[in-house]
């Protein structure tokens, strides 16, 4: 039987209304790192990490902090989508993600969503 690997990684190509589209979606032992991207880079990377508020009810609250590229609010909504959907999976680890999409709308992000699912390595 072959050794497993220390890091794993597993990524999937699409085209999305035209445009094509790759996720690559790798497994750190302190993080996950998801590269979203429509021009072949990683473009803009955020940190996202989970907070909990303490309370009747745990609600997920994610940190997003923006620590290469653009610092833009759409930025900010979407890597708290991607850390919502991934939080759910993954027990509640930090993300990396490397965000450089020509197409920001919703149907793109639920698009993406599923290519990440296709890919997942968590």
Known sequence: MAPQP?????????????????VVCTE???????????YGKIGTLVSITPDTRSGEISLPMFTT?????KDEPLTH??????????????GNRPVLLGLSLKDNSAETMKDVK?????????
């Open 28 to 38: 750190f032992s302190n993080y996950i790192f998801i590269v979203l991207t429509q």
């Open 114 to 122: 599923d290519m990440i699912k296709a890919c997942q390595v968590w």
């Open 6 to 22: 220390v890091i794993r990684s597993r990524q999937t190509e699409k085209s999305i209304n035209g445009i094509p589209t790759q």
């Open 77 to 90: 909504v979407y890597a708290k989508n991607v850390a919502m959907f991934v939080s759910q999976e993954s």
């Open 65 to 69: 902090r923006v620590l290469l590229g």
